[in-house]
């Protein structure tokens, strides 16, 4: 009998387009989780831009202490009491936000997995404070 016809021939050929399969799977949803973190380090580029514009710069001097009152973006009000403490609120938040932003283009840029990513994430938000009752 010949062996490419005998009778594992079938079962051989079977299992070899199963692993090609899977493997052609495995590499679309590798593609999938790709194109989904880049469009959510988009999003997240536009919400740390966003955050990044309330806050002052870094090398801006605290209140009180010559900064120019409103230092943020012009839709607050121009009490420096009220920007200081929506700026420190915020602070924490803009940091969290550019953290999954760096995550999420190392796994669209193929630079991380996913599943090494995911805890990463996770230990991100469990910073995240959370809201007491109100």
Do not use: Y
């Not at 120019?68 to 936000?97: I, Y």
């Amino acid at each position: 009998m010949d062996p490419a016809k005998g009778p594992d021939a079938g079962s051989a050929q079977t299992a070899g387009n199963r692993e090609n399969t899977e493997a052609s799977h495995s590499a679309a949803e590798v593609d999938e989780a790709r194109a989904e973190a880049a469009r959510l380090r988009d999003r997240l580029g536009v919400a740390s831009a966003r955050l990044e514009a309330l806050l002052p710069p870094e090398d801006a001097a605290a209140p009180g202490e010559g900064a120019a009152p409103g230092g943020g973006v012009a839709r607050f009000d121009d009490d420096d009491t009220v920007n200081s403490e929506l700026r420190s609120l915020l602070a924490p938040a803009a940091a969290r936000v550019s953290r999954l932003l760096e995550l999420a283009a190392s796994v669209a840029n193929g630079a991380l997995t996913e599943e090494s990513a995911t805890p990463a994430a996770r230990a991100i938000a469990a910073e995240q404070p959370h809201r007491r009752p109100r």
